[in-house]
């Protein structure tokens, strides 16, 4: 299922944070809003923790491609056929999706903009 494996690995990568893709956003704005937020004291130890629990999403991640793509397989799975066509372009369709809000996301931030300036303005947030 090479196919099949590639699109799981795109998916994987983009959850773990790999730069370029969608997740690696995601994490580099959480590191910034908390590790730069001055609103509580416990900035530091909320960043060094949300470190940790990447580190070990990842070795969890890596863990899990290792024994399900390379692992033995059994009666259940030797029957096992990779992806259709018709699959194969929805797959490709979200990983095209997630390498576009990786490497640009400002289409994405702009139609949450006025939403999440709604919200920090009812905090009483200076933005």
Not at 69 to 84: E, W
Request: proline content about 4%; charged content about 10%; aromatic content about 14%.
């Amino acid at each position: 299922m090479p196919i099949y494996f590639f699109f799981f690995l795109i998916v994987m990568l983009s959850s773990i944070g790999l730069p370029l893709l969608n997740g690696f956003v995601g994490e580099f704005l959480m590191f910034n809003g908390v590790f730069s937020s001055a609103a509580t004291k416990y900035s530091t130890l909320f960043t060094v923790t949300a470190a940790i629990s990447i580190i070990l999403s990842a070795v969890y991640m890596l863990n899990m491609i290792q024994r399900v793509f390379y692992g033995p397989t059994n009666a259940i799975t030797a029957g096992a056929k990779d992806v259709r066509m018709n699959e194969k372009i929805i797959l490709a369709l979200i990983v095209l999706l997630i390498v576009i809000s990786g490497v640009y996301p400002k289409p994405f931030f702009d139609l949450t903009r006025d939403t999440v300036e709604s919200i920090l303005t009812k905090m009483n947030y200076k933005l």
